[in-house]
Nanobody, 119 residues
Framework: QVQLVESGGGLVQAGGSLRLSCAAS????????MGWYRQAPGKQRELVAR???????NYADSVKGRFTISRDNAGNTVYLQMNSLKPEDAAVYSC?????????????WGQGTQVTVSS
């Protein structure tokens, strides 16, 4: 089992910045990638950014150059630095941890944190 606790959401003006944090606990040795997803009202959940155990990252085209995903040295906490926020970035942001252990793969999710961007 992996538990994920997110923090850092809130209200920000367009052009502003926020940093989201996601702390993982439990069977963190099984985690091979962590990422941030978001879902706005009436829209499908989409991948925002992802970082693998080896440190490789990928981003949604809409956030490239504005958002940065990183993690602490222990690999227990993942951050999403969001700069130059736009109203269309407003959504519930959820942290994801993808684990694999042998042939078993599983996704874990945090509770979600609201990001609101005022124009």
């Amino acid at each position: 089992q992996v538990q994920l606790v997110e923090s850092g959401g809130g209200l920000v003006q367009a052009g502003g910045s926020l940093r989201l944090s996601c702390a993982a606990s439990g069977s963190i040795f099984k985690i091979n990638a962590m990422g941030w997803y978001r879902q706005a009202p009436g829209k499908q959940r989409e991948l925002v950014a992802r970082i693998t155990k080896s440190g490789s990252t990928n981003y949604a085209d809409s956030v490239k150059g504005r958002f940065t995903i990183s993690r602490d040295n222990a690999g227990n906490t993942v951050y999403l630095q969001m700069n130059s926020l736009k109203p269309e970035d407003a959504a519930v942001y959820s942290c994801n941890a993808h684990t694999s252990w042998g042939s078993l793969e599983r996704d874990y999710w945090g509770q979600g944190t609201q990001v609101t961007v005022s124009s």
